[in-house]
């Protein structure tokens, strides 16, 4: 029977060559060649008709065993790579160093300062308001007595979105909103939020972010505003600093003023830290031991009449740059760090 001789060298070869494999990919083509539908076990049972018919039934049934016993053989093997894989990658896995953690984020250091400024007035019995950075004229104009001819009005200061649709260029409507809301005495509401002008360089963003405070009541002075604003910087400066008022002007307040801080690095002695003073003295206030911090002023009538408030009502209005105030609080000298999101700045500000 030299079908069945050749069936058997064939089965003694394939173990030989299997033994001698170093991949499964090896013995995945192995069993292309040798027991595939066109490979040499294929090829023998092919030849069947060259046997007497009556040998044929026993011949078919050995080939098959021999392909199920082969197939068997090759799958042991397949496992046995499949296994030895298994056990390399765990013997590089080392369980006892430490986890991966996930990144943490943190809230952005001009967020931490606004809500820390608003958690100060709050606890004042300020309300936090919000409304839309897309305003109208009226809202941020015309109410708030900017006379039509107004250089804020001009384009090369506004982003206008529309005819009378202007981007906010302060929070400022938001005084013209609460009173309208309220309809009358009390008001103290503080209005935290971004406002938009055409301006850009060092110190200048075409986003920045304001909040403006207001209270309206019987007997408002000017003493209450510097009460209030005393009490906010020590509280997010500390104890000593001082305060002082200069005579300004707004469109919508009256008498209007702007609020200076003794400089936190001179102290308010406008002389440098080490002594030396030179022509100049303290780089931070430029020598003059005070820094601007911002624009306030008595409610002007002409914006109680605007939103139908007794003119002889009585309050005050401060607008506060939150950058600004960051940048004093943490020593920052450049206005574009706040908005460049690189994450090594970002990081140092995690409460
Ligand atoms: N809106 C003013 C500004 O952006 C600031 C301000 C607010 C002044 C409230 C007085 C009262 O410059």
């Not at 040998?55 to 046995?80: M, S, T, Y």
Request: charged share 25%.
């Amino acid at each position: 029977m030299k079908l069945i001789a050749e069936l058997d060298n064939l089965a003694d070869a394939f173990a030989a060559e299997l033994a001698g494999v170093a991949s499964a990919a090896e013995a995945e083509s192995l069993r292309n060649v040798r027991l595939g539908r066109k490979g040499d076990l294929a090829a023998l049972m092919n030849r069947l008709p060259e046997l007497p018919a009556e040998e044929r039934p026993a011949f078919g049934k050995a080939a098959n065993a021999v392909k199920e016993r082969l197939n068997r053989l090759l799958e042991d093997r397949l496992a046995a790579f499949r296994a030895e894989a298994e056990d390399a990658s765990l013997s590089r896995f080392d369980p006892t160093l430490p986890g991966r953690m996930p990144e943490r984020g943190s809230l952005h250091p001009i967020t931490l300062v606004m809500e820390e400024i608003c958690g100060i007035l709050n606890n004042l019995g300020f309300e936090t308001v919000y409304g839309p950075e897309v305003e109208t004229d009226f809202h941020n104009f015309g109410a708030l007595n900017f006379p039509d001819d107004h250089p804020a009005r001009d384009m090369q200061d506004t982003l206008f979105i529309a005819e009378g649709i202007v981007m906010r260029t302060h929070t400022s409507p938001m005084q013209v909103r609460a009173m309208l809301e309220r309809k009358k005495p009390p008001v103290a509401v503080i209005a935290p939020g971004k406002v938009y002008r055409r301006d850009y360089d060092l110190t200048h963003s075409p986003m920045f972010h304001q909040i403006e405070g207001l209270l309206v009541d019987e007997n408002i002075s000017l003493a209450h505003l510097r009460g209030v604003l005393t009490h906010f910087l020590r509280e997010f400066f500390g104890a000593d600093v001082k305060l002082r008022f200069r005579p300004s002007f707004f469109p919508f307040t009256e008498p209007s003023v702007e609020v200076d801080m003794s400089c936190l690095i001179c102290r308010g002695s406008g002389r440098r830290e080490d002594g030396k003073g030179g022509e100049d003295g303290c780089r931070v206030c430029k020598g003059t031991g005070w820094l601007e911090i911002l624009g306030a002023g008595m409610v002007d009538p002409a914006v109680f009449a605007a939103v139908g408030f007794d003119p002889a009502c009585a309050g005050f209005a401060f607008g506060l740059g939150v950058e600004r105030v960051a940048m004093l609080k943490y020593g920052i000298d450049d206005l574009r760090m706040f908005f460049e999101n690189d994450l090594r700045f970002l990081g140092q500000f995690v409460k």
